[in-house]
T-cell receptor
Framework: GAGVSQSPSNKVTEKGKDVELRCDPI?????LYWYRQSLGQGLEFLIY????????KSGLPSDRFSAERTGGSVSTLTIQRTQQEDSAVYLC????????????FGPGTRLTVL | AQSVAQPEDQVNVAEGNPLTVKCTYS??????LFWYVQYPNRGLQFLLK??????LVKGSYGFEAEFNKSQTSFHLKKPSALVSDSALYFC?????????????FGRGTSLIVHP
């Protein structure tokens, strides 16, 4: 079946521009996560959505970062006024909202801020 | 609070030899533990998990891991390594008693299997 998809796969932007990253989770998965992976670093949690509950935004590094999830499915991560330190791979994952379930990851979006 | 450590940035092993990738964790209660693998330019793929039950867990591609509560470890193992096992491996932990559905990931261990 279809896995988690993300678009674009690569994004190059200029410092100060806004970018939108998209995630399509697996159908029926009510939990959705965004992570950031920098070179040589582990996964940095950004934000978590669960059904219709308020998202857990505790990992967002600054107010330039925001995310939404429409209709409990597709999610977009928006970074405003991008900075060079925002350059990283942004990973999306989804899972069934049953305790103990593993996450399914998308291929990621590689963001490069010039 | 929950935390996980992967003490080795890189593990080198010869093809056909057994491999071990180490992971230790810290949680308040009983942990949920996961291993994921990441191949170049790909997302993470789930390998195996420990939730409850048998301490030895078997997963994809011949990998297994042993939950050791006294040593707070969950090392990943494979009896005979393949060159195609070369990848980045992540351990993750979640403390269900903490009320969060957000796992904490280790920094990753790069496994290099030499022909």
């Amino acid at each position: 079946g279809a896995g988690v998809s993300q678009s674009p796969s690569n994004k190059v932007t200029e410092k100060g521009k806004d970018v939108e990253l998209r995630c399509d989770p697996i159908s029926g998965h009510t939990a959705l996560y965004w992570y950031r992976q920098s070179l040589g670093q582990g996964l940095e949690f950004l934000i978590y959505f669960q059904g219709n509950s308020a998202p857990d935004k505790s990992g967002l590094p600054s107010d330039r970062f925001s995310a939404e999830r429409t209709g409990g499915s597709v999610s977009t991560l928006t970074i405003q006024r991008t900075q060079q330190e925002d350059s990283a791979v942004y990973l999306c994952a989804s899972s069934l909202a049953i305790t103990g379930n593993e996450q399914f990851f998308g291929p990621g979006t590689r963001l490069t801020v010039l | 609070a929950q935390s996980v450590a992967q003490p080795e940035d890189q593990v080198n092993v010869a093809e056909g030899n057994p491999l071990t990738v180490k992971c230790t964790y810290s949680v308040s209660g009983n942990p949920y533990l996961f291993w994921y693998v990441q191949y170049p330019n790909r997302g993470l793929q789930f390998l195996l998990k420990y939730i409850t039950g048998d301490n030895l867990v078997k997963g994809s591609y011949g990998f297994e891991a042993e939950f050791n509560k006294s040593q707070t470890s969950f090392h990943l193992k494979k009896p005979s390594a393949l060159v195609s096992d070369s990848a980045l491996y992540f351990c993750a932990v979640r403390d269900p008693s903490g009320g969060s559905y957000i796992p904490t990931f280790g920094r990753g261990t790069s496994l290099i299997v030499h022909p």
